[in-house]
C-alpha cells in the first residue's frame, strides 16, 4: 500500500486510498491485510498521541481483565482532549471519501454478498447517503471510527471468541496500535470457515467446534484487517497472554438502518446440550457501552 501523509503530519486520505480491489482476498470470505497501512512517520505521531486509557474509559471502572472500552467516533470529532491529527483522521474515517474507498474496493463483494442492498436503499452503493454513527439520522448508511482498548490482564484469556458482526452492519476494519513495550503473546484476529450449515448461540456468538481456523492476521504496529460482513465472515481474537499493557486499536463500522442479512439461533435444548462447549465462549466488555 502506499504511503499516506505529509511531514507536516496532517491526513487527506483514508487508509484505503491506494488499495485496488484486486488486493481484495474473497476466501473465507472478503478481506484486505495491510502490514503497513500509513507513512513510519505519520503511524508513530499517531501513536505516540493516541488516548490514554483514562481517556477512552471515560470514568468507568476497568474491573474486568482483557475487556473492551470503547470511545466512539461522536465523542472524538469535536473532542478538544483529542489531539487534532487524530481527529483529521476520524473526520475522513466517517466521511463520504471513505465511503467511496470502500466502495472502489470491495464494491463487488459487497454487491455478491448482498444483491438486493442497493434495491432495498433506492440507489446505487457509490451515492449511499453517508452520516457518523450516533450523531445523525438521515443517512442511509453510517460509518463508525472508535478507540478501542483491551484491558491488561493477569490470565491468558480471548476478549472474543467466534463470532460475526452485527446483522445490521455491511463492513468493518480493524487497525492496530500495538504498543512497542507490550511483551504479550496473541491478541491475533483470526479467520474462520463453516464446518456446517451457520448456526448461532444468539445472533453472533459461535460454538468453536463449528468453524475451523484458516488464517489470522498478527496484532502488530500498523497493522490494518477490513473485511465485508455476512453470515459467513466468522473471525474472533486468539488467547491473548498476562500483560500490563491494553491492547489498542482503531474499530471502523459501516452500518445500515436495517439488516442485512439473517442468522439462525439455536434452540434452548440444543444451546443445554452444548452447555460445556458454551461456557467457553467469550465476550468482555467494560460495560455502559452500546457502541
Not at 47 to 76: C, Q, W
Not at 137 to 146: G, K, T
Not at 241 to 259: C, D, K, V
Request: charged letters at 20%; aromatic letters at 10%; proline letters at 8%.
Amino acid at each position: 500500500m502506499t504511503s499516506l501523509g505529509t511531514c507536516a503530519m496532517t491526513m487527506s486520505s483514508s487508509l484505503l486510498a491506494s488499495t485496488s480491489a484486486s488486493e481484495v482476498i474473497r476466501e473465507p470470505f472478503a478481506h484486505f491485510v495491510s502490514k503497513a497501512a500509513l507513512a513510519p512517520d505519520l503511524y508513530r505521531e499517531l501513536d505516540a498521541s493516541f488516548p490514554t486509557p483514562e481517556t477512552i474509559l471515560g470514568g468507568r471502572a476497568a474491573t474486568i481483565e482483557n475487556a473492551a472500552a470503547r470511545l466512539p467516533a461522536f465523542k472524538v470529532l469535536d473532542n478538544p482532549a483529542i489531539a487534532p491529527l487524530w481527529r483529521d483522521f476520524f473526520k475522513i474515517h466517517t466521511s463520504t471519501v471513505f465511503w467511496q474507498d470502500i466502495v472502489r474496493v470491495f464494491g463487488s463483494a459487497l454487491r455478491e454478498t448482498f444483491p438486493r442492498l442497493e434495491e432495498r436503499v433506492g440507489r446505487s452503493l457509490e451515492e449511499f447517503r453517508i452520516g457518523v454513527r450516533g450523531a445523525e439520522r438521515e443517512a442511509d448508511l453510517r460509518l463508525e471510527c472508535q478507540f478501542v482498548i483491551n484491558t491488561p490482564g493477569t490470565k491468558t484469556s480471548s476478549v472474543k471468541t467466534p463470532h460475526v458482526d452485527k446483522r445490521q452492519t455491511l463492513f468493518a476494519a480493524l487497525y492496530y496500535f500495538r504498543a512497542p513495550e507490550d511483551p504479550s503473546s496473541g491478541g491475533d484476529l483470526e479467520f474462520y470457515r463453516w464446518l456446517r450449515e451457520p448456526r448461532f448461540l444468539n445472533y453472533r456468538m459461535i460454538l468453536p467446534q463449528d468453524v475451523a481456523p484458516v488464517g489470522s492476521v498478527p496484532y502488530g504496529p500498523n497493522t490494518l484487517a477490513c473485511f465485508v460482513n455476512s453470515a459467513q465472515s466468522v473471525h474472533g481474537v486468539t488467547p491473548r497472554g498476562p500483560s500490563t499493557r491494553p491492547r489498542r486499536y482503531i474499530n471502523f463500522i459501516a452500518e445500515l438502518p436495517f439488516r442485512a442479512f439473517q442468522t439462525r439461533s439455536m434452540s434452548i435444548p440444543a444451546r443445554l446440550l452444548h452447555w460445556p462447549q458454551v461456557r467457553q465462549i467469550s465476550r468482555r466488555s467494560v460495560g455502559a457501552d452500546r457502541y
